[in-house]
């Protein structure tokens, strides 16, 4: 066996363990719910783009009792319908500092950084690395973010990178089986 085989694995059952610890997921909205563009409409409102699987990957994380937060830089409206839609209690919006707005939410949440998940795109989400036990990116994340990164997902931003997450994160807790096997019977979001 090579080593490089060897490291995968080890690098694979770490994640694993992480990745079954997680009970905050905090999802940056541009770039990793979206594509990044920006879209205006004729009369010069921002319009956003989202995948619904990704926000049925939402949906499926709640049911399994994680909590799902937004964190963004951002403000334009179409964050915080998304978030209402998909029932996100928490939905930061406009936030300058991601690591103390971060902080805060786990305060209120008495969740650890042990604990919480990152998923962002680019170099204003590298402030969060020391909150989290899981920095995660989208595969066209910026180059500086994925290069301190734990794990860089196959998908792009606004094109499922949310999904394949979360079904790891389902995988882990062994939710996803069920899940392939009997189907989801709820509105998908």
């Not at 830089?73 to 103390?100: M, N, P, T, W, Y």
């Not at 949440?109 to 998940?117: D, I, K, N, R, W």
């Not at 962002?120 to 990164?149: K, S, Y």
């Not at 997902?153 to 899940?179: H, P, S, T, V, Y």
Request: charge should be positive; proline fraction near 2%.
């Amino acid at each position: 066996m090579s080593t490089l085989g060897l490291r995968s694995r080890l690098q694979r059952l770490r994640l694993g363990r992480r990745l079954a610890a997680v009970r905050l997921l905090v999802c940056d909205v541009d770039g990793v719910l979206t594509d990044g563009g920006l879209h205006y409409d004729e009369s010069g409102r921002v319009v956003k783009r989202f995948d619904v699987r990704d926000g049925l990957a939402v949906r499926m994380l709640q049911r399994e009792g994680l909590e799902v937060a937004l964190l963004s830089g951002g403000r334009s409206g179409a964050i915080e319908q998304r978030a209402q839609h998909l029932h996100i209690r928490h939905c930061l919006v406009g936030v300058g500092d991601k690591a103390a707005g971060l902080a805060q939410l786990q305060a209120e949440l008495q969740v650890e950084p042990a604990h919480t998940a990152f998923i962002g795109d680019d170099l204003n989400d590298l402030t969060v690395r020391p909150r989290v036990a899981l920095l995660i990116t989208p595969a066209d994340a910026a180059r500086g973010l994925r290069r301190h990164a734990d794990w860089v997902l196959r998908r792009r931003g606004g094109n499922g990178a949310l999904r394949e997450l979360a079904e790891a994160l389902l995988q882990q807790r062994g939710a996803l089986e069920a899940l392939h096997r009997h189907g989801w019977r709820e509105h998908n979001g």
